[in-house]
C-alpha cells in the first residue's frame, strides 16, 4: 500500500537555526498537510495545501513557518529561526480528495529536537 | 470554549472483551468525526469516520457511534487482541472543504491475554 515517506525521522537543530522537515506525499493525492505533536499532547493542525497555495493555517502557524512544493513530489515544511518550543514531532500528511470522504494519510513523522 | 476530551487513563481490559472509547465535545457542530490509532513514535492511521447525520458505523470488529445531542461518539472494538494495544485519537472536522482536523488527546488501550 502507498505511504507518506519523511525525512529525517529525528533533526536536532540549536535554537535560531533553519530547518527544513521534507515529506514525500502519496503520488496520486493532490491535498498535503502539515501536523505537529509536542510530546504528550494532542495532534495539532498547522497548514493545508493545495493546487500550490496555502489552502488554511492554524495560530500556530506564524511568518516563522513556509511550506513548499518544490517539485512534482516533495512536500517541504521550513521553520526560518527555530524555537525551544519548537521541538515536537512534526506529521506530513496527504488525501486524494479535500472533502470528509479522502481521510488523511500520515506519514511516521520528523521528531524535532531544538536545544 | 472549544474542548475534546478523551479519557486521559489507559483502560485495561483482557483479551476477548469488548473495549469501549470515549470522545466527548463541547462548542463544536462537527460535520464529522473520525477516529485515528496511533503506536508510539509513529503516525496516526485512520480507522472509521462517521458523518453527523449517521448514528453508527461499523468495520470489522469496530464500531463508531456519533450521537450529535450527547455530543459524543463511542469507539468499540470488540473481540479485542494484544495487537489491539495502542492509542486512539477522536478528530473532528467543522467541513471547512479541508481536512483541518482537531483532536483528541487520545486514550491508551492495554489488552492482555
Known amino acids: 500500500e502507498p505511504e507518506v515517506t519523511q525525512t529525517p525521522s529525528h533533526q536536532v537543530t540549536q535554537m535560531g537555526q533553519e530547518v527544513i522537515l521534507r515529506c514525500v506525499p502519496i503520488?496520486?493525492?493532490?491535498?498535503f498537510y502539515w501536523y505537529r505533536q509536542i510530546l504528550g499532547q494532542k495532534v495539532e493542525f498547522l497548514v493545508s495545501?493545495?493546487?500550490?497555495?496555502?489552502?488554511?493555517k492554524s495560530e500556530i502557524f506564524d511568518d516563522q513557518f513556509s511550506v513548499e512544493r518544490p517539485d512534482g513530489s516533495n512536500f517541504t515544511l521550513k521553520i526560518r529561526s527555530t524555537k525551544l518550543e519548537d521541538s515536537a514531532m512534526y506529521f506530513c500528511?496527504?488525501?486524494?480528495?479535500?472533502?470528509?470522504?479522502?481521510?488523511?494519510?500520515f506519514g511516521n513523522g520528523t521528531r524535532l529536537t531544538v536545544t | 470554549s472549544q474542548k475534546i476530551e478523551q479519557n486521559s487513563e489507559a483502560l485495561n481490559i483482557q483479551e476477548g472483551k469488548t473495549a469501549t472509547l470515549t470522545c466527548n465535545y463541547t462548542?463544536?457542530?462537527?460535520?464529522?468525526l473520525q477516529w485515528y490509532r496511533q503506536d508510539p513514535g509513529r503516525g496516526p492511521v485512520f480507522l472509521l469516520l462517521?458523518?453527523?447525520?449517521?448514528k453508527e458505523k461499523r468495520k470489522e470488529r469496530l464500531k463508531v457511534t456519533f450521537d450529535t445531542t450527547l455530543k459524543q461518539s463511542l469507539f468499540h472494538i470488540t473481540a479485542s487482541q494484544p495487537a489491539d494495544s495502542a492509542t486512539y485519537l477522536c478528530?473532528?472536522?467543522?467541513?471547512?472543504?479541508?481536512?483541518?482536523?482537531?483532536f483528541g488527546t487520545g486514550t491508551r488501550l492495554l489488552v492482555s491475554p
Open positions: 500528511a496527504s488525501t486524494k480528495g479535500g472533502a470528509y470522504n479522502s481521510p488523511l494519510h
Open positions: 503520488s496520486n493525492h493532490l491535498y
Open positions: 495545501f493545495y493546487n500550490n497555495e496555502i489552502s488554511e
Open positions: 462548542n463544536y457542530s462537527p460535520a464529522y
Open positions: 462517521i458523518r453527523e447525520n449517521e
Open positions: 478528530a473532528l472536522d467543522e467541513d471547512t472543504g479541508f481536512q483541518k482536523l482537531v
